[in-house]
């Protein structure tokens, strides 16, 4: 049993945490004395505990060296074995720490080696860590050298510094995992599990050594991470760039070559693609024959596979030559990961370097759970899936296949949501692979509350219809509709326009513009309730009229008047999926077919109101005047009422304005109402069998009218 002494200075719940877990026997080892240089209260709890306290006041001594000595000498007494600093705030002198070299321990409020050293203590080490703004803080179990907190660490262990975090609840936060570690640690030793090796602490946790293999294309934080591992008592095989990354690092790695006896060949196609590599994943360790058939074989198992593929999606965006995006086809990886998740039972499969220091904490703690191993494997199946779909749909783009027999659409994560279009759904936002400049999924948030489900669909369909415009235009939408639309010589003309159009409906809406929000027009902004505000840019002046209200959602998206995007138009249905090339043409041509021809302003308003109807839900129609929108009808079940709703909108402002149609007139009642009402000019597709009765009510009314023979409808 190991003999323990223990060092404090103050109140010694960590010291606590000894004395539980030597009580209950987790851990195998007894405290034998606890000395503190101060008449501490941490003294009161050995006592409490039949433990033999002694506080000996370091002041009564001519030198520390001294005091030392005395430690030394009450520590031998008692014959012990490992001496624990507890929350001992005095250096230990050349001649203790060589009397108990490797024999002595001391838990440290930071992640070594951060916020460590001379005067780093107590609050002093929170206060620093809060004062850095570091998003993560810990505390370090390591042995105690001659310098001050430079011996090697033993264990780490981090919590997160929260935006609210004071000193002493971050203290607080640290202290808990320090009692874990500290307990950790001394039943690791009492276990005879620790050893070191120049600077390096190796930790056995039992059984056979371990094999993992690295074979990795981003190496960011791989070498941390199988320093680790061999911490842990695993052993490292490894390939290529990877084995060359760890050899150069200091770790004792195998190049796969020793174990397959085989040759990397045909400039690297071929490595891992051998019996002796994947007999090693795929074995169950607890099938007899399984395990005959790799005892017969020689083949040592491998328990953990570490690989990220060859970067297809990032040579996809850049636009690489067929020839490169071949070679960038990983084929041994994806063998390796799907081998590696199928078995995960007894293989650890690790894909996102994002997961390194989770699984080297469920190692320590021993707690690495079938669930956990089998949330591994799903990462690494979507994982191998996401990519298998980026290669497929290169493939399909090459044979220009738009609708191939089958479909596998590769979407990325970009947010979770607080909820969906209702708080009772649950949601998502994913992105596209493909550029997506001039989109949500890159918009950059500069002010504001997080966007939700519905501010990201309103705000869709706002840049849907802001893209059909060239001139400064401001679209308002609220509910995925538009409230109002204009077009001006400045952005702030074009403001006014929008929301004299609605000024009611577009509260609690969503503005979006294609040109810089300018002073004027971030002051009517600042007057309503807007939830989010999308343009191109904002001027200083604008964005501190803007930010005055704590929650409006401001966004920058950049090239937003881009519209040339080489995607489909999905639409899912119950058990399926309706696809179509997007709705990219206005009009090719258009004909006039009534007697009287449109003015020059009047086919300007027309082709402006058309934007406009290609954009709501049909039946829809746009009733325009000046290139600002007076009243929509839309999402009616008949054409009439539609007409009749945008009027109705429009009130004493509609003579003189044009109207827009997404589909055909199929009566003449609507243009018999138009006309009473004064509008003077009309674009529709045309194409009904009353063409000649519309056309004929139009003229009676001396109304222009167009037909495009492109009709827009949308659902």
């Known amino acids: 049993m190991l003999k323990i002494g223990v060092l ?7 010291l606590q945490a000894l004395i539980d877990n030597t009580l209950n026997n987790t851990i ?42 005395r430690l030394v000498e009450e520590f031998k007494k008692r014959d012990i074995d490992l001496v624990v600093l507890a929350g001992y705030l005095k250096i230990l002198s050349k001649e203790f720490i060589k009397e108990y070299k490797n024999r002595i321990i001391n838990i440290h409020p930071s992640l070594i080696p951060l916020f460590c050293g001379d005067g780093y203590y107590g609050e ?66 009492s276990q005879g599990k620790i050893r070191l090796e120049g600077k390096k602490t190796i930790i056995n946790r039992g059984g056979a050594m371990k094999r993992a293999l690295i074979s990795v294309y981003d190496k960011e934080g791989i070498v941390e991470f199988a320093k680790n591992l061999e911490l842990l008592n695993w052993e490292i095989i490894s390939t290529g760039g990877s084995f060359k990354k760890l050899k150069e690092a200091g770790v004792n790695v195998i190049e796969v070559d020793e174990i397959t006896g085989f ?22 360790r607890d099938d007899k024959e399984h395990q005959k058939t790799i005892d017969d074989m020689n083949i040592h198992s491998i328990d953990m596979v570490v690989n990220n593929l060859y970067p297809f999606e ?53 707690s690495m759970d079938e669930n956990f191993k089998r949330s591994l494997a799903k990462k690494a199946f979507n994982y191998t899936a996401y990519y298998d779909s980026l290669i497929s749909g290169y493939f399909n783009e090459l044979d220009e296949d738009k609708f191939p027999e089958r479909i596998t ?3 990325k994560r970009n947010s979770k949501l607080r909820y969906g279009e209702n708080p009772h759904q649950k ?33 869709n369909g706002a840049l849907k219809i802001l893209k059909e415009f060239q001139e400064p235009t401001i679209v308002g939408v609220k509910h995925a509709n538009p409230s109002g639309i204009g077009s001006a010589d400045t952005i702030f003309e074009a403001f006014k326009k929008m929301y004299q159009c609605d000024s009611e409906s577009i509260f609690g809406g969503i503005i ?38 704590k929650n409006i959602r401001i966004i920058q998206i950049d090239d937003i008047g881009r519209n040339n995007y080489d995607e489909l138009d999905m639409k899912k249905t119950i058990g399926g999926l309706l696809v179509q090339e997007r709705d990219e043409i206005l009009l090719e041509e258009y004909k006039v077919v009534t007697k009287r021809e449109p003015t020059k302003e009047e086919l300007e308003d027309l082709l402006f109101s058309f934007k406009c109807v290609k954009h709501i839900n049909s039946n829809g129609v746009v009733i325009v005047k000046d290139k600002a929108t007076l009243g929509f009808g839309l999402g009616e079940v008949n054409r009439y009422w539609a007409t009749g709703k945008a009027i109705e909108r429009s009130e004493d402002k509609i003579s003189g304005s044009v109207l827009a149609s997404d589909g055909f007139f199929p009566f003449k009642d609507s243009i018999e109402v138009l006309g009473e009402a004064g509008v003077k000019a009309i674009i529709q597709p045309g194409g009904s069998i009353k063409d000649a009765e519309v056309i004929e009510e139009a003229d009676k009314h001396g109304i222009a009218m167009i037909f495009t023979g492109i009709r827009h409808f949308k659902h």
Do not use: C, W
Request: charged share 30%; aromatic share 6%.
């Open 8 to 14: 404090i200075s103050g109140g010694g719940t960590n």
């Open 28 to 69: 195998d080892g007894k405290i034998e004395l606890i000395i503190s240089n101060k008449a501490s209260s941490g003294l009161k709890r050995g006592e409490l505990a039949g433990i033999e306290s002694l506080f000996i006041d370091s002041r009564g001594f001519r030198t520390d060296e001294e005091y030392n000595l």
């Open 124 to 189: 002093r080490v929170h206060a620093a860590v809060l004062e850095s703004g570091e998003k993560y803080t810990g505390a370090t179990l390591h042995f105690v050298d001659e310098g001050v907190d430079t011996g090697p660490i033993i264990l780490q262990r981090k919590v997160e510094v929260e935006k609210d975090d004071t000193v002493k609840n971050l203290q607080q936060k640290v202290l808990k995992i320090e009692h874990e570690i500290i307990v950790e640690g001394v039943k690791l030793f």
């Open 263 to 284: 040759p990397e060949i045909l400039g690297g196609r071929v490595k891992t693609l051998n019996p002796l590599i994947h007999g090693g994943i795929l074995y169950k």
């Open 314 to 366: 990032e040579m996809l965006k850049k636009k690489a030559s067929q020839e490169d995006m071949i070679e960038n086809i990983d084929i041994g990886g994806p063998s390796m990961i799907r081998a590696a998740a199928k078995n995960y039972r007894d293989v650890i499969v690790v894909t996102d370097p994002g997961d390194y220091e989770l699984i080297i904490e469920r190692l320590r703690l021993d």
């Open 409 to 411: 659409l590769t979407f």
């Open 427 to 459: 949601a998502a936002f994913y992105e596209e692979l493909k550029d997506t400049e001039g989109t949500l999924s890159s918009l950059k948030q500069l002010h504001g509350k997080e966007l939700s489900f519905n501010n990201i669909n309103d705000s």
């Open 512 to 549: 979006a513009s294609n040109r810089e929000i300018d002073i004027e027009t971030a002051k009517m902004i600042g007057d309503i309730f807007i939830e989010v505000v999308l343009a191109p840019s904002y001027s200083k002046d604008a964005m501190e009229v803007l930010t005055k209200k």
